[in-house]
T-cell receptor, first 116, second 114 residues
Framework: AQKVTQAQTEISVVEKEDVTLDCVYE???????LFWYKQPPSGELVFLIR??????QNEISGRYSWNFQKSTSSFNFTITASQVVDSAVYFC?????????????FGTGTLLAVQP | DAGVTQSPTHLIKTRGQQVTLRCSPK?????VSWYQQALGQGPQFIFQ???????QRGNFPDRFSGHQFPNYSSELNVNALLLGDSALYLC?????????????FGPGTRLTVL
């Protein structure tokens, strides 16, 4: 069965601290996609990154970095030098099969609060 | 380049009523997916439309139905509303023919059922 677990319900940090959001997934498919979305208080889900199951190369994009490890079924997300504008709910999601446009299975989200 | 748009922004209905929500996909996208997000939860997949047909469906009752028009826009209809249908309804669009594209979300419609 497919499942995404975000064990951290809420995280509070002070501005400029680094923070890592954890994501663990379950799937029987060998081909799948993993995503991170950000949901600010306005409600709109903002796409951050997509990774397919064949691409374990980790990436750094500005203050964001991602760590994908198939051996532990984890896809963690790190914000370096956090800012108040990073405050939002962050969702990890899984899409099974060969197309990234298949249905997304979301975790329950992690609320990140960055204090000034 | 216009993103995904949804209407209305907010809606208040009473139990037993019917509601229609609308979504216009991002320019160049051909696929629309609908999700329901209850307060404090992650979005749950309702269904996906491509070429005016329902392509995938989640675990939602038949009270939830949809439609896709030739211009790729979509409607979500919910009949016989229940209190538990109160949620944020999110529409996402993507490009199925491209196969590798990502689902981009609209701002959502917040439905309150009294």
């Amino acid at each position: 069965a497919q499942k995404v677990t975000q064990a951290q319900t809420e995280i509070s940090v002070v501005e400029k601290e680094d923070v890592t959001l954890d994501c663990v997934y379950e799937t029987r498919d060998t081909t799948y996609y993993l995503f991170w979305y950000k949901q600010p208080p306005s409600g709109e889900l903002v796409f951050l990154i997509r990774r397919n199951s064949f691409d374990e190369q980790n990436e750094i994009s500005g203050r964001y970095s991602w760590n994908f490890q198939k051996s532990t079924s984890s896809f963690n997300f790190t914000i370096t030098a956090s800012q108040v504008v990073d405050s939002a709910v962050y969702f990890c999601a899984l899409s099974e099969g060969t197309g990234a446009t298949n249905k997304l299975i979301f975790g329950t989200g992690t609320l990140l609060a960055v204090q000034p | 380049d216009a993103g995904v748009t949804q209407s209305p922004t907010h809606l208040i209905k009473t139990r037993g009523q019917q509601v229609t929500l609308r979504c216009s996909p991002k320019s160049g996208h051909d696929t629309v997916s609908w999700y329901q997000q209850a307060l404090g939860q992650g979005p749950q997949f309702i269904f996906q439309y491509y070429e005016e047909e329902e392509r995938q469906r989640g675990n939602f009752p038949d009270r939830f139905s949809g439609h896709q028009f030739p211009n790729y826009s979509s409607e979500l209809n919910v009949n016989a509303l229940l209190l538990g249908d109160s949620a944020l309804y999110l529409c996402a669009s993507s490009f199925l023919a491209g196969g590798q594209d990502t689902q981009y979300f609209g701002p959502g419609t917040r439905l309150t059922v009294l």
